[in-house]
């Protein structure tokens, strides 16, 4: 439970996104797990070091990205986010498998003693980058609990980034977040349109009224648009903590430094 008590706090939680590099396998893949786990740990030490309150791994380099890809992914992630479990054993530790390979997220998280996953298409229905992504609550959660992961908790996307919802065009962002909410999530978190891209902050005040669970940030977080986000429970950050602020480069020390002294003087 360590992410929700931290986000139980009056401020709001800085995550870092850890991605590794392309996994065995996919078409990217250049180099040996070894050396893709010791990028992820140098990677989650960079950003423990500078203050950071929790980090997700994530293989976003493994485009393009396969609904449920095969096993070896599964395999190399568990290995990745022990290793960064090692690394960080004081951090909370999440992992997210796109695309929407949220029952083996959940099975990593458990092997590898992480504390929460990010899942796509929790609830409803979408038509993403690879193809029609269907509602997985009612399989994912009663997977969690024949596995005994009911320690894992789940935050879920909603109406998600690089993803088209015409198919929900009549169900507001505040309906879908209550959606999550009713089928159990832990927490929402609120996208811009794609990666890098801010989100909405008069979603971010509707969702927040609509529902109890934590709300969280997961796109387009900056230095300069970060009072945008202070009332959500934590802001995920990825593409600005990299070199030059584009997610396919390596985490930038400074930026995650000057980031994190900066919101901690605004939580002052």
Same mark, same amino acid.
């Given at each position: 439970m360590a992410l929700l008590r931290l986000l139980g706090r009056p401020r709001s +939680? $800085? $995550? %870092?996104?850890?991605? !590794?590099?392309?996994?065995?396998?996919? /078409?990217?893949?250049? *180099? /040996?797990?070894?050396?893709?786990?010791?990028?992820?740990?140098?990677?989650?030490?960079?950003?423990?070091? +500078?203050? &950071?309150? %929790?980090?997700?791994?994530?293989?976003?380099?493994?485009? #393009?990205?396969? $609904?449920? /890809?095969? #096993?070896?992914?599964?395999?190399?992630?568990? &290995?990745?986010?022990?290793? $960064?479990?090692?690394?960080?054993?004081?951090? #909370?530790?999440? &992992?997210?498998?796109?695309?929407? !390979?949220?029952?083996?997220?959940?099975? &990593? !998280? *458990? !092997?590898?003693?992480?504390? =929460?996953?990010?899942?796509? %298409? =929790?609830? =409803?229905?979408?038509?993403?980058?690879? %193809?029609i992504i269907n509602a997985c609550a009612g399989n994912l959660l009663r997977y969690r609990k024949q596995i005994g992961a009911e320690n894992i908790q789940i935050f879920a996307d909603i109406k998600k980034k690089h993803s088209a919802h015409a198919l929900t065009a009549d169900v507001s962002v505040a309906e879908t977040a209550r959606a999550a909410e009713l089928f159990l999530a832990d927490g929402v978190i609120l996208t811009g349109t794609a990666t890098a891209m801010p989100a909405d902050p008069k979603e971010l005040k509707e969702v927040k009224h609509a529902v109890k669970i934590p709300v969280l940030i997961g796109s387009g977080v900056t230095l300069e648009n970060v009072r945008n986000y202070l009332d959500a429970n934590a802001v995920i950050i990825g593409s600005y903590f990299k070199k030059e602020g584009y997610w396919a480069n390596g985490v930038d020390p400074d930026r995650v430094k000057k980031f994190m002294d900066h919101i901690r003087k605004l939580r002052e």
């Open positions: +939680a $800085v $995550v %870092g996104m850890v991605h !590794a590099a392309a996994l065995p396998g996919t /078409p990217r893949s250049s *180099l /040996p797990l070894t050396q893709i786990v010791d990028q992820a740990c140098q990677e989650a030490e960079t950003y423990r070091d +500078a203050g &950071v309150d %929790g980090l997700i791994i994530e293989n976003m380099h493994d485009l #393009p990205y396969t $609904v449920c /890809p095969g #096993p070896e992914i599964t395999a190399a992630m568990t &290995v990745v986010s022990a290793a $960064v479990k090692r690394t960080c054993p004081c951090l #909370p530790l999440g &992992v997210q498998i796109l695309c929407a !390979a949220n029952q083996q997220a959940i099975a &990593v !998280a *458990l !092997a590898a003693d992480l504390d =929460f996953i990010r899942a796509e %298409g =929790f609830v =409803f229905s979408h038509v993403a980058d690879e %193809g």
